[in-house]
């Protein structure tokens, strides 16, 4: 396996990105990450601390993609979440998707953060298995409400 480094997503690692997740999700989501990508670097107050896992050639292989909280849902500032992750399927089980989460937390506790919140579908197992291992578990303060119509 080829050395892993882990560095900030710049705005021009829009493509990799969005390859990376077609090949998950199985579907295009161009619309979705331009959005994404405008709110990441086009916003003033933005503070940088999603990340990309890259190997020797440069060749972007994973990614995780986080804000801070700004005092929504009236979730103190010192919050977080973790919107995407996504590993490349030909690179997955070397410890990657690991060490994005790890260097993450590192980025976010330099920064104050004192609690990273994630969704996760409740019927993707492996994915919650993921996280567990991770050291994530089911909130104790944040309940998710929905509404059919
Ligand atoms: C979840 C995901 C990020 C994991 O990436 P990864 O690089 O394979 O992660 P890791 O290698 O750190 O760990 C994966 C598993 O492999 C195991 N593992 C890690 N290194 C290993 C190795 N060298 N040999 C065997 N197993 C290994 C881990 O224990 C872990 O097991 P678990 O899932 O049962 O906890 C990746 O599978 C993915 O992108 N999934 C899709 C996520 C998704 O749906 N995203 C889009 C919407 S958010």
Same mark, same amino acid.
Request: hydrophobic share 35%; charged share 30%.
């Given at each position: 396996m080829n050395k892993i480094s882990i560095r900030l997503m710049s705005e021009t690692d829009f493509d990799a990105v969005v390859e990376i997740d077609k090949r998950i999700v199985k579907a295009s989501r161009d619309a979705y990450y331009e959005m994404k990508f405008d709110k990441l670097f086009k916003s003033k107050e933005f503070i940088p601390t999603s990340l990309v896992a890259e190997i020797e050639d440069g060749k972007v292989v994973g990614f995780i993609i986080g804000e801070l909280y700004m005092g929504e849902y009236g979730i103190s500032r010192d919050g977080a979440?973790? #919107?995407?992750?996504?590993?490349?399927?030909?690179?997955?089980?070397?410890?990657?998707?690991?060490? @994005? /989460?790890?260097? !993450?937390?590192?980025?976010?506790? #330099?920064?104050?953060?004192?609690?990273?919140?994630?969704?996760?579908?409740?019927?993707?197992?492996? @994915? /919650?298995?993921? !996280?567990?291992?991770?050291?994530?578990?089911?909130?104790?303060?944040?309940i998710n409400l929905e509404r059919s119509l």
């Open positions: 979440t973790l #919107d995407t992750i996504g590993v490349d399927p030909d690179y997955r089980y070397n410890g990657i998707g690991e060490q @994005l /989460i790890s260097e !993450f937390f590192y980025h976010l506790r #330099d920064l104050g953060v004192k609690k990273v919140n994630t969704l996760v579908d409740k019927d993707d197992a492996r @994915l /919650i298995q993921f !996280f567990k291992a991770n050291k994530f578990s089911p909130s104790k303060n944040v």
